[in-house]
């Protein structure tokens, strides 16, 4: 699970610290291989979408397009 030593970044990182919804054109950019992995599959942008349970976000629902 995450913990306070958990480091986040790019889209999904940012959707989880903020609770808002996050759009990234250039998916490729993204930290942690997920930019290549999104560069292989011929995807170009993502959409992080925050779940909120109890008002706090709980994960990060992630599309790629």
Sequence with gaps: G???HTVLGGAIGKAFASGVP????AARTEPNGVGT???A?????L???P???DG??????????
Aim: charged content about 10%; aromatic content about 10%.
């Design 41 to 45: 599959a011929q995807l170009g942008s």
């Design 22 to 25: 996050v759009i990234n054109e």
């Design 56 to 65: 706090e976000v709980s994960e990060v629902l992630a599309l790629y397009f």
């Design 37 to 39: 992995a999104a560069l």
């Design 51 to 53: 779940v909120v349970s």
């Design 47 to 49: 959409l992080a979408w």
């Design 2 to 4: 995450l913990t306070s």
